[in-house]
């Protein structure tokens, strides 16, 4: 241990390479350890600048980063530059900077050390990085190519279901005296029904990930809502002997929202009770209004959730909603696509459990008011409409025949076309006052043959429905201009024509 | 998103003219806070960060608009309608004295003079024409860049900002200054030193002041005559000083030099 009042040359024989500049950067003094590491004698030093010390790329660095930070704040640090040997080379060093006051001048005090482990450990870093952000682009252009996939199977998918359903209405419309008819009907129409939902999900779910889902917003009040979804549920809520109630808040509660959506949200969470509940269960719906939030809470007394499955049961094809759904038959998406729909909203979803056994709570969150608004209605009701001469055009026979019977028992003059030609000299003879329009023709585009038959003068006074596969909003821009009256999307259901023709 | 929020504009002082400060490559609008507040007595000031930069709205960083300098310039003449009354006196460091170049030729009638501090209208040498870099010195930049942000994409404060002895600054300034984006600062980095303009030179349509640094790694003296042969009405000043920032160390040369060509031009 040396004497404390003996000098120690620490400036000159420091761990780290030290130099003293003025503020523009001459080198006043430089100590031994860094002259070695440069390869430079001390006289060689003085003469230059710090800048010189270093390479092109870091000269700019210092230039345009260290100098203003230097002036602002007087002082950089562990900053990464390369500095250059005598004989060329560069040294990864890291540098802190500290300007101070010595006598009457301001120096600035730099001290360097050599990194060349750390440097090359931060290459690595860098290099991963890139590769991880490779990966990961790579990762997302599968995720986008298989979101594509799974939109053109629904949609494909979709298509056969239409005239399996149509035939299904015709065949009970019959009441064929066979009982065991009967007894098959009543299977095919719940399989057929099943299917037509687990590809609707997909589709929507798929469309959602593409960001195709527009949501058609209206005023509308929470408890006309969930009375909607607790209708369409209630049969599977019945069935499974579960009591049910419901408390809805006296004063009314406003969305901005899609009805149609928030209705399915609902009525998804609500089947979802129904399902993982065992026969005899209690299911409980609260609606409210709750930190400015319209708040929806669904309980039951069911099989619960685990509780590290709580955040990812909202995955799309979650393992955990697979995995309880399997027993039920499906694809795990419905709590993704309650998910997707509610964030659509701008709202929020949770699930909520004791655990395993002790029923689960979902709670919905939406954006709401509660000022007075004038209520839009919700879906017209049903009822049959007066018989039309109505022209049906799709490419596939099977559709349009089964359209054509289903309009036909309705008491409706029907006639069918599978392409746009024979539909335009169909429709001349026929004198349609409605005409069904597939757009996808094999010939031409439905909005062509519209167009052409607008232009005739049985065309002007004509209900011109297009029918599409998809039902985006630019679909149906163009479709109203080329003078189509409505929209619909297949496959077509009854409501949806009768509504049309009522 | 307004256009206050997307530049981080700051209005200050009072006058009948509006003097308008434009940060350079690697900083933000602190750049000027030695400078700026001696002429709030005069002129009405306009302060900013270009996109990308200091307190600017990085989620307005669309790399498409700003692959070129026409992209800031386009920004500039939408914070003059906002901000300023008549024609603007543009004072633009570094690659921002090409920015505001760039804008007083699209919309002449909204700039007055400008002052272009360390202005170079192409960093790469070509030819004859010594702007002072090669391209693998731009790369040498780019990777210098890169090991200096490593902490950023974790959210830590860059480490660059740390001031030891003044931690009072050291939570301002590493809130601040300097900060940004890595992949951001890389992509203005390269959008800087691959720019040329050397052909938009002539067309500067006002008179400009040429303020070059006697020692200027970034804008060499070559540059700086460079400019002023090809700019009709330039005057070129060149002030005593070791670097690019001349409004950080040597503020009151610069700003006699500036009062000077303000007096000249009638201001």
């Given amino acids: 241990m040396p004497d404390d009042a003996a000098p120690i040359d620490l400036f000159e024989h420091a761990a780290c390479g030290l130099l003293l500049t003025d503020v ?4 006043l003094r430089c100590n031994a350890t860094l002259r070695a590491w440069l390869g430079y004698t001390g006289e060689d030093l003085a003469a230059r600048r710090f800048p010189d010390l270093l390479t092109i790329g870091a000269r700019v660095f210092h230039q345009t980063h260290l100098i203003p930070l230097l002036n602002m704040q007087e002082s950089v640090a562990e900053v990464a530059l390369d500095v250059r040997h005598r004989d060329g080379h560069t040294l990864p060093m890291l540098v802190n900077i500290a300007r101070r006051r010595h006598g009457g001048e301001v120096l600035q005090e730099v001290a360097m050390m050599i990194v060349a482990d750390r440097h090359k450990y931060e290459q690595e ?4 990085r890139a590769e991880l952000r490779d990966a990961n682009e790579r990762l997302s252009g599968a995720d986008r190519a298989k979101d594509e996939f799974l939109a053109t199977l629904a949609h494909e998918l979709r298509n056969p279901l239409a005239p399996m359903h149509n035939v299904l209405q015709i065949l009970a419309a019959l009441k ?3 009982p065991r008819v009967e007894w098959c009907l009543n299977i095919l129409e719940r399989q057929v029904g099943q299917m037509t939902h687990l590809v609707d999900d997909l589709l929507e779910i798929s469309r959602i990930a593409e960001g195709k889902v527009v949501l058609r917003r209206e005023s509308c009040e929470l408890r006309a809502i969930v009375q909607a979804a607790v209708e369409a549920a209630r049969p599977l809520i019945e069935a499974a002997g579960h009591s049910f109630s419901m408390t809805v808040t006296e004063t009314p509660v406003w969305l901005d929202a899609d009805p149609t959506r928030l209705i399915q949200v609902l009525q998804n969470l609500l089947n979802n009770a129904a399902k993982y509940t065992p026969q005899g269960g209690k299911i409980e719906l609260i609606a409210g209004w709750e930190d400015s939030l319209a708040v929806i809470r669904i309980r039951d007394n069911g099989m619960g959730i685990a509780p590290h499955y709580l955040t990812r049961i909202f995955e799309k094809f979650s393992q955990v909603e697979s995995a309880r759904d399997r027993a039920q038959g499906g694809l ?11 964030e659509l909203h701008g709202g929020t979803v949770q699930a909520l459990s004791e655990g395993l056994g002790h029923g689960s709570e979902f709670v919905v969150r939406l954006p709401a008011f509660q000022k007075i608004q004038k209520a839009a209605p919700l879906a017209a009701a049903a009822g049959l409409e ?9 490419d596939n026979v099977d559709i349009v025949e089964s359209i054509a019977m289903l309009l036909e028992m309705r008491g409706h003059d029907v006639q069918t076309a599978c392409d746009g030609e024979t539909a335009i000299a169909q429709a001349r003879g ?3 006052e409605v005409v ?37 909003r630019q679909d149906k821009a163009a479709a109203a201009e080329a003078g189509f009256d409505h929209h619909l999307t297949k496959p077509l259901s009854l409501a949806d024509l009768t509504r049309i023709l009522g | 998103m307004t256009v206050q929020k997307r530049n981080n504009v700051q209005v200050a002082g009072s006058g009948a003219r509006t003097l308008m400060f434009a940060h350079g490559f690697g900083c933000d609008q602190n750049m000027w806070r030695l400078m700026a507040p001696a002429y709030e007595a005069r002129f009405k000031t306009i302060r900013f960060d270009l996109v990308g930069s200091g307190g600017s709205d990085l989620k307005a960083y669309d790399p498409k608009k700003y692959d070129s300098l026409h992209g800031y310039a386009d920004d500039i003449i939408e914070i003059i309608d906002e901000f300023a009354d008549g024609p603007v006196i543009f004072i633009g460091h570094s690659v921002s004295a090409t920015i505001g170049m760039l ?3 699209k919309a002449p009638e909204r700039f007055g003079p400008q002052v272009m501090v360390g202005p170079s209208p192409c960093y790469i040498n070509d030819g004859d024409y010594m702007g002072g870099f090669s391209r693998p010195d731009i790369d040498g930049l780019l990777e210098t860049m890169d090991r200096n942000y490593l902490g950023w994409s974790s959210n830590m404060a860059p480490a660059i900002m740390g001031a030891p002895d003044q931690p009072e600054l050291g939570v301002e300034l590493t809130n601040s200054f300097c900060r940004t984006d890595p992949d951001i600062a890389r992509h203005f980095a390269r959008v800087t030193f691959l720019s040329d303009h050397r052909a938009d030179v002539p067309k500067m349509p006002h008179p400009a002041l040429i303020l070059q640094c006697s020692d200027d790694l970034i804008a060499p003296q070559t540059v700086g005559r460079f400019l002023h042969q090809h700019m009709p009405e330039s005057v070129l000043t060149v002030i005593d000083n070791v670097g690019h920032c001349p409004h950080l160390s040597a503020p009151s040369a610069s700003a006699r030099a500036m009062d000077d060509f303000f007096v000249q031009m009638g201001l």
Avoid at chain 1, 386 to 394: G, Q, Y
């Fill in chain 2, 103 to 105: 804008a007083a030729i």
């Fill in chain 1, 332 to 342: 795990g998406i419905g709590l993704a696509l309650v998910r997707g729909l509610v």
């Fill in chain 1, 24 to 27: 523009s950067g001459n080198i």
């Fill in chain 1, 436 to 472: 069904l329009l597939d757009i996808g023709l094999p010939d031409m585009d439905g909005y062509a043959v519209a167009r052409a038959m607008r232009g005739e003068p049985w065309g002007k006074t004509l209900l011109l429905v297009a029918v599409t596969g998809w039902g985006q």
């Fill in chain 1, 386 to 394: 007066r018989p039309r001469k109505i022209l049906v055009v799709d």
């Fill in chain 1, 125 to 128: 870093l860098l290099k991963t």
């Fill in chain 1, 176 to 178: 064929l005296p066979e």
């Fill in chain 1, 430 to 432: 026929f004198g349609p």
